[in-house]
Each structure stands twice: as C-alpha cells, then as structure tokens.
C-alpha cells in the first residue's frame, strides 16, 4: 500500500468529525515520540481521547437538557444524616435497570429531607449511564398541560414528559391543583408505564391522600398503581438537612 500523499490531515479529521484527534495528535505524537510507543498504541491513545471527549460532551448536554434545579450527586448524599435509607437501598435505582425495567420511585418526606437532592442524583447517574433524563415540578407539568389541552396542543405538548428515558416530577402535592389536573398527570403517567419507562416523583403527602391533591379518587390511584407496578415508594424521615445547616450557622 502507498502512502496517500498530499492528504491534509486536518481537513480530513474535520471532515470525518474527529475535533479531539485534531485538537490533541500534535501532544501526542511528542509523547509518542518520547515514549517510542508503538503506531497501534498512538492510534489507540487517539481513539480513546476522541471517544472520552464524546461521552463527557454528550453528559453536558444531556444534563443541560434535563432542566434540574441544582445538580447534586448521589456521592454528595449524606446516609449518614438521613438514616432512614440505606445507600444500598437504592442500588435498583442508580444502574441501567432503572431504565430497562422501568422502575418507577415515590420519595416522601417533609421538607429539607432530601427527596429533590436524591431524585436529581437518581437522574444523572442515568444520563452518565447513557440515558436522557427531564426534571420538571408537578405545578409546572400541569399548567403546561392544561394550557396545551386548551389549545388543542396536547399531544405536540406531551411529548417532552414522555420522551425522555427518566422523568422527574418534582414536589407532588404542595399545592391544589386545578380540575382536570388528575387527567393530565395520568396521561403522563399512562403513557410512560405503557413504554415501561421510570418516572421520579417527589411528594410531601402519602399516595393515598393524592386524590385529594387532583381532585379525583379513582385515577389517583389508577396512577400510583402504575407506579408501583415495577416502582416502590422510600420515606425520608429524620430532621431537615436546611435546619441542620441552619442550627451549625446558629451556634457560630
Ligand atoms: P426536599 O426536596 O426533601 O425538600 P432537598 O433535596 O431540596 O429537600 O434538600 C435540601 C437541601 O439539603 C439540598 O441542598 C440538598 O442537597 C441538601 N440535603 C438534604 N439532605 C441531604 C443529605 N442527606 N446529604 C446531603 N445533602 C442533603
Ligand atoms: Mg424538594
């Protein structure tokens, strides 16, 4: 085989979309040189940069997309303080069968227990397994989809909140939410148990009490029977994490 010859090397890693290899092959030929490496490990030590700058830029992005309110990790999770759950506990939850079994987690709690930082955690730790991930708030998903039934958008509007792998609702249950709120939520829910896919939801109230929440009984709990299929529902209990911040800036 000859050498191609005149070939211009960056122009042809722009063309074949190899922005790392052509951001970094100068680096690494002057180690390869210096290190007398093989030509098969300087091809390899290429790939692998490229492929590592891809799945870091494809986790940005996924994470920008998700919409959370803070990114907090499970590794930042104190089980210490929040002794009502073990680390081990939510094992299920942090692995690809999240996604392949479609399990579903209700996180109940006061506030200041955690439930946000832990359905945030949950999500990410799905985007870094691959998958996408959207994080919106119970108040918020329903006023997008009321106002999209009026419109006669809804099916364009629902698409956001079945698509994703994960879907976080954040803060079920903090306020009264209007007539026809049961019905949207559980056409969110319905259509992602049907695809088997997880939902994340975070709530102050027991899911028996969540038709008085929607203002209807009976699909309250045709949703959380739907949940639970292949979710469970993990109660935060113990003392505020906020207060407990509060009372050390107290004593100070
Ligand atoms: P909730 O949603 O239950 O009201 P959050 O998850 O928003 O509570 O937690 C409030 C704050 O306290 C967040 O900044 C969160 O990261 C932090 N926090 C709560 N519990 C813990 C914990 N066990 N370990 C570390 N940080 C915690
Ligand atoms: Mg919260």
Known sequence: MSRASGADLDA???????????????????????ESWTHREVLEQLIAEEIANRAETRIQ????????PFLKTI??????????????????????ELVSDGRSLILLGRPGRGKTHLA????????????????????????????????GAFEQRVEPYTAPHVLVIDELGYLAYAQDAANSLFQVIDRRYLARKPVLITSNKEPGSWGEVLHDTDLA?????????????LALKGKSYRARAGSLVDQA
């Open 12 to 34: 042809g890693l722009k063309r074949l979309h190899l922005p790392t290899i052509r951001r970094t092959y100068t680096a690494v030929f002057a180690e390869a040189e210096k």
């Open 61 to 68: 992005r996924s994470t920008r997309k998700a919409k959370f």
């Open 75 to 96: 590794e930042e999770f104190d089980f210490e303080f929040q002794g009502s759950i073990k680390r081990q506990m939510l094992g299920r939850f942090l692995g690809p």
């Open 120 to 151: 945030v955690a949950i999500a990410y730790k799905a985007i870094q397994n691959g998958f996408d991930a959207r994080f919106t708030t119970a108040a918020k998903l329903l006023a997008d989809l009321n106002s999209a039934s009026r419109d």
């Open 221 to 233: 709990e045709a949703i959380v029977d739907r949940l639970l299929e292949h979710g469970e529902v």
